[in-house]
């Protein structure tokens, strides 16, 4: 595991978790500008950078290494907490498991645990499993997954960001890939989520809506406190990754002043 810092004379804290599949560059110019009222800490797991040779093992062990790391540079508490993805669902199994005291927690489009029986869990992870082989060995369908004219950020070259996602893919071994889909997707949590003062925010993107709405609607229950926000015309991880000037302005004005902008959805 490897985070990576910004903003660090800032006294305010906020610990951000991605998401899986991109190089810890597909997130810079959204935490640079979180950064500038942040010190932001962006945590990439093992089995994400290639330059480590680890595998990905769970959200359960990255999120008690995040937070011994944080114990031992003297971090007793956090400001706000993003997660993407199975990012999210870092973020939300260490609020369900009262690891560390957070004051607002922004998670977008987050990975809740199934409820499906174990048997079923293995065969959604066999699909998820080979989909993912299938994206790293064809240039075409990650092109269809993700269309170039939509998930390139503005001033970049297409090809060569594609170019750089494939081979960054191919650095994750059958095993980090096998561990993200299973523990993204079948994480611990308490049978009861404590009773919390942290504030929390769940963004889903319209354009993701039914593939997430699994998802939110556990995180609702779960966290009957949870509010929600709609992200007009948006895809997964596209606000943060392409629109990283809207994005942290309403991250932001979250963060710091509680605007969640809700609309009652979930």
Not at 180 to 190: E, L, M, R
């Amino acid at each position: 595991m490897i985070i990576h810092e910004f903003g660090e004379a800032n006294p305010r804290k906020l610990l951000f978790f991605p998401c899986t599949a991109e190089p810890w560059t597909s997130f810079e110019d959204s935490v640079k500008l979180l950064a500038k009222e942040y010190h932001v800490m962006l945590v990439m797991p093992d089995g994400h950078e290639p330059q480590e040779k680890k595998d990905f093992t769970s959200v359960e062990q990255t999120v008690d290494e995040t937070v011994a790391w944080l114990r031992a540079r003297g971090i007793r508490s956090l400001d706000a907490l993003y997660g993407l993805s199975m990012g999210g669902g870092m973020a939300m199994h260490l609020i369900a498991c009262g690891k560390f005291p957070v004051k607002r927690v922004l998670v977008d489009a987050g990975t809740a645990p199934y409820t499906y029986p174990r048997w079923i869990c293995k065969i959604i992870c066999v699909r998820d499993f080979l989909m993912m082989k299938a994206l790293v060995a064809s240039r075409r369908l990650l092109e269809a997954g993700f269309p170039p004219e939509r998930f390139t950020p503005e001033g970049y070259d297409a090809k060569e960001v594609y170019d750089e996602i494939q081979q960054y893919l191919k650095t994750y071994s059958n095993r980090t890939i096998w561990n993200i889909f299973w523990s993204a997707n079948n994480y611990s949590v308490p049978e009861k989520a404590p009773e919390t003062e942290t504030e929390m925010l769940f963004w889903v993107g319209e354009d993701e809506w039914g593939s997430r709405f699994r998802d939110l609607k556990w995180a609702k229950r779960y966290f009957p406190r949870m509010k929600v926000r709609t992200i007009p015309k948006m895809a997964h991880a596209e606000y943060c990754m392409i629109h990283p000037r809207a994005f942290a302005e309403d991250a932001l004005a979250y963060f710091l002043r509680g605007d969640a902008k809700t609309d009652g959805k979930g």
